[in-house]
């Protein structure tokens, strides 16, 4: 790689007029940012070895400039002072005294910015797969250019959700209480088959036209924001698809892992953390590539590092994120990971950014978190990671026979394990996602039992997410295809006899469970102790697993009982969060109950009592 360091000249050329042969990532950069650099990638025929000026502009300098291993791409550096004000930038490019010039806006931020506000505990993030989701335009469900095109009939194909879809549904997921939206990614993957679900993109700084347009995703967060819903994107940072541009146009030889050529994962992501792991355990999880179709990306590039950090930062300020969540975390460079984070949260310093790491090992996960003091001395600035152990400890639970070591002595043991984490209340909890059977499905179709731990996601330590469907106990059994978890939304399309916002067509079962989402997330907004309180929990015993949420003077006891009788508690064992109180409410039921006896709990169901100090 050739690097050249360019001083702002005058001289006599001759200009030609601007010209849109210039590709330039990011597409523009705003004044007022806390880190004063930003790098432009300039991509463009055979611009390697041209003379690159910037014309005066009052508080900004040209740094310096990288040519890349390809003749068809620069790397601009600008410093941009803190007083530098809004407009636009003008470089000129030529050779031989021929030169262009390219205009590069630089914008003026929203006021407050920096300050935003992140995803929390007191949110509640509803999950969706946006091609599968609504289609509200017809017209862009295949689209010249795009290699695949439309085939709902196909559980592998796309089957026409959009950005638009997405937008009709606000007032939906207002009404319901979902104050956070994660789409799974949304950006352009113009990939031959397979491409509805994302995450092998071909372009990291354009919506996919499939699903809208940029303009139409900004227009989503904008319209979110005025119901108090946050748009949380999700990211890849490991890989890209194959037809991304720069696999066939590498801008440094090392800008893919194994030279551009497949070489599988082990997907052993405990070599991170293993003090005995070989060098070669440890290339073969991080460089090794998922799928032949996904070229592995290497963070260690140090352009290609800088390029991740602006392009993340680009779609915060741009799109007005609350939120970013990374896919496969673990799988990129654990260095690149830190310093990817830090600029992040140090921009935005009350901004959230949740971590895949697929293992129901909370010492692996808890690795990544912010503020965990790890042996080798790694620091992360990650605030939140995904609870994969949580997850599987309540379905285990809610399908095993109680004993010693089965049963709720799962979930309790799961919970146990917080003392891994720098800060359990930003784990992000859930009971399914886009990647693994829906719970209704695991808990073979038992409605009681959904609705159990549904009470236990929207009660306990944590930041809930939802998938979309849950509340109307969507099921793709008898099936484990990713095509049919990911089934369309009712309503959502064109022939749905079904109508989820509506709730047209949908069956006892559904309307029940759909209501009784509703009332749990309407009863965290109301009671601050059920999303931000600590937690106190007591050891299972007869089918029983119960803890108190505990915020100021607000006190909430969860009693959870998946027996097939009626359990009678002895509040007893409770007098430690009793403090004296002597009745209660029951938040389910809206009734006033006795505590200083015995309380029955219905057969697999709740009670969630807001004890009444006197």
């Given at each position: 790689m050739k690097m050249f360091f360019i001083a702002i000249m005058v001289s006599f050329c001759a200009f030609i007029g601007s010209t849109k042969a210039y590709q330039l990532e990011p597409k523009n950069w705003w004044v007022g940012m806390k880190h004063p650099d930003v790098q432009i990638m300039v991509r463009k025929t055979d611009i390697a070895g041209s003379d690159i000026r910037l014309t005066p502009y009052e508080g900004v300098s040209l740094s310096e400039v990288h040519f890349g291993d390809s003749a068809n791409y620069a790397f601009v550096t600008l410093r941009i002072s803190a007083d530098a004000k809004p407009g636009e930038l003008l470089f000129e490019v030529g050779k031989k005294g021929i030169y262009e010039q390219v205009s590069y806006p630089l914008l003026a931020r929203q006021p407050g910015s920096a300050q935003r506000k992140g995803f929390s505990s007191k949110d509640v993030i509803y999950l969706i797969n946006p091609d599968r989701f609504a289609n509200a335009n017809v017209e862009n469900d295949s689209v010249a250019g795009m290699l695949e095109k439309a085939n709902p009939a196909y559980r592998?194909?796309?089957?026409?959700?959009?950005?638009?879809?997405?937008?009709?549904?606000?007032?939906?997921?207002?009404?319901?209480?979902?104050?956070?939206?994660?789409?799974?990614?949304?950006?352009e993957n113009n990939m031959a088959q397979y491409s509805y679900h994302g995450y092998a993109l071909t372009d990291f700084y354009r919506i996919d036209s499939r699903m809208g347009s940029n303009d139409e995703y900004r227009a989503l967060t904008q319209q979110a924001a005025q119901r108090g819903i946050?748009?949380?994107?999700?990211?890849?940072?490991?890989?890209?698809?194959?037809?991304?541009?720069?696999?066939?146009?590498?801008?440094?030889?090392?800008?893919?892992?194994?030279?551009?050529q497949f070489s599988g994962t082990s997907h052993a992501r405990q070599t991170i953390?293993?003090?005995?792991?070989s060098e070669f355990d440890k290339k073969q999880f991080n460089d090794g590539w998922f799928v032949p179709s996904m070229p592995d990306l290497n963070q260690r590039q140090p352009l290609f590092a800088t390029y991740l950090i602006q392009n993340a930062i680009w779609w915060i300020e741009?799109?007005?994120?609350?939120?970013?969540?990374?896919?496969?975390?673990?799988?990129?460079?654990?260095?690149?990971?830190?310093?990817?984070?830090?600029?992040?949260?140090?921009?935005?310093?009350?901004?959230?950014?949740?971590?895949e790491e697929w293992s129901t090992n909370p010492a692996i996960a808890s690795y990544w978190q912010r503020g965990k003091v790890n042996q080798d001395?790694?620091?992360?600035?990650?605030?939140?990671?995904?609870?994969?152990?949580?997850?599987?400890?309540?379905i285990k639970a809610l399908n095993e026979e109680e004993s010693w070591n089965t049963g709720w002595i799962r979930v309790y043991q799961s919970i146990a394990n917080d003392f891994l984490y720098a800060d359990t209340n930003n784990l992000l909890i859930f009971l399914d996602n886009h990647d693994m059977s829906r719970v209704f499905t695991k808990l073979h179709q038992s409605l009681d039992k959904t609705k159990l731990a549904m009470t236990l996601l929207l009660s306990t330590r944590g930041i809930p997410q939802i998938y979309y469907g849950t509340e109307v106990l969507l099921d793709n059994a008898p099936s484990n295809d990713h095509g049919d978890i990911r089934i369309d939304f009712p309503g959502g399309f064109e022939g749905h006899r079904q109508d989820a916002r509506t709730a047209k067509g949908l069956s006892k079962s559904q309307r029940q469970m759909q209501n009784y989402v509703r009332k749990l997330t309407h009863l965290r907004q109301v009671y601050p102790a059920l999303s931000q309180g600590t937690l106190t929990h007591f050891a299972p015993y007869s089918g029983i697993y119960s803890y108190v949420r505990q915020k100021d003077t607000q006190s909430i006891l969860v009693l959870l009982n998946k027996n097939s009788q009626t359990t009678r508690v002895d509040m007893m064992r409770y007098q430690e969060i009793l403090a004296g109180a002597k009745t209660a409410i029951d938040l389910l039921q809206g009734e006033l109950v006795d505590v200083s006896q015995a309380v029955e709990i219905p057969k697999m169901g709740a009670k969630l009592l807001l004890l009444k100090h006197d």
């Open positions: 592998g194909g796309r089957h026409g959700g959009d950005l638009a879809g997405i937008i009709a549904h606000l007032d939906y997921f207002k009404d319901m209480g979902y104050t956070q939206l994660w789409l799974t990614p949304v950006r946050g748009i949380i994107m999700d990211m890849v940072l490991n890989h890209s698809g194959l037809n991304h541009w720069w696999v066939d146009d590498k801008p440094t030889r090392d800008w893919l892992n194994f030279d551009g953390q293993d003090p005995h792991a741009y799109a007005d994120l609350s939120g970013i969540r990374v896919d496969t975390y673990s799988y990129s460079d654990k260095t690149f990971l830190a310093n990817w984070t830090e600029r992040i949260m140090t921009e935005y310093p009350n901004f959230n950014i949740v971590g001395g790694y620091r992360s600035s990650l605030p939140s990671v995904m609870d994969f152990s949580l997850q599987e400890a309540i």
